[in-house]
C-alpha cells in the first residue's frame, strides 16, 4: 500500500507482472519482456523485485518511477557463465472443446537430424498454478540427457481468467485430462519424438493427474 496506489502481482498469460490499483484502475507496470516476478518491495517510489526467465534463475532488478528497469544483482551469473540452457518454443494447441491452450517444447540438446527420442510431459501443481517463463533446473537437465520435455497450461490453471481456473472444480481428470491428452496428440505429431518412449510427470496436482492417465491410457512408457 502506497500514497500513489495500491502495488501488487499477479500472473497473466503464464507470466508474473507488476501492477497498481489506483482511483478504480489497474494499470500493468511491467512491459512484456519483463522476466516473471516471483516478489517485490515497493517504496518511494522505487519498486525492487526478483525475476526470472526460462533460462536463468531469479536476479534481482529496480523499477525506477519513471518506468526504467535494471538488473541490480544476479547471485548465479558466474555459475550460469560456464552452463549451456536453450529457449522453449511456444506451442499453441487447441484442447477439448475447441479451447485454446499455450505450452513450451525444450528440445534435446544436440539433436541429430532424423533421429527420434523420447519425450516427458510434464503437468503442473496446483491446478490453480501455471507453467509460463520461469526457469525450470529439470526441465533444463532432462533436455541435455536428451529427452525432450513437453510442458502445458490445461484449463485449470492461473493466468486466463477466472472461468478458465473454474473448468476443473469437481472435475478432476474430466475434460482436464482430455486437454493433456490433446497436448500429447500434438507431441506425437512432431517428426523427432519417439511415441514408442513417451513419458509422463508431474508433483501434487500434476502428480494425481500421472496416476489418472497411466490409468486411463496405456500410452506412457
Request: proline fraction near 5%.
Amino acid at each position: 500500500w502506497a500514497e500513489e496506489g495500491i502495488y501488487f502481482i499477479a500472473t497473466r498469460a503464464a507470466r508474473t507482472r507488476l501492477y497498481r490499483h489506483r482511483d478504480g484502475e489497474i494499470v500493468e507496470l511491467t512491459p512484456e519482456e519483463t522476466p516473471s516476478i516471483a516478489g517485490f518491495t515497493h517504496q518511494a517510489g522505487h519498486t525492487a523485485f526478483v525475476a526470472g526467465t526460462a533460462t536463468a534463475p531469479d536476479a534481482l532488478y529496480v523499477r525506477e518511477a519513471d518506468g526504467t528497469t535494471r538488473k541490480l544483482y544476479d547471485p548465479n551469473a558466474e555459475l550460469f557463465a560456464g552452463l549451456e540452457t536453450q529457449e522453449p518454443e511456444h506451442i499453441a494447441f487447441t484442447g477439448e472443446d475447441g479451447l485454446d491452450l499455450e505450452g513450451w517444447v525444450l528440445k534435446p540438446f544436440d539433436m541429430e537430424p532424423g533421429k527420434r527420442y523420447p519425450l516427458i510431459l510434464y503437468i503442473h501443481g496446483g491446478p490453480h498454478t501455471a507453467y509460463g517463463h520461469n526457469f525450470m533446473h529439470e526441465f533444463q537437465m532432462l533436455a541435455a540427457a536428451g529427452f525432450g520435455v513437453f510442458y502445458t497450461n490445461p484449463r485449470g490453471g492461473t493466468g486466463y481468467g477466472q472461468a478458465f481456473r473454474a473448468m476443473v472444480r469437481q472435475d478432476f481428470g474430466g475434460n482436464d485430462y482430455k486437454d493433456l491428452m490433446r497436448a500429447t496428440d500434438v507431441a506425437v505429431s512432431w517428426d523427432w519424438v519417439d511415441s514408442e518412449r513417451l513419458g509422463v510427470a508431474g508433483g501434487s496436482y500434476g502428480g494425481y493427474m500421472v496416476n489418472w492417465m497411466i490409468a486411463h491410457r496405456d500410452w506412457f512408457a
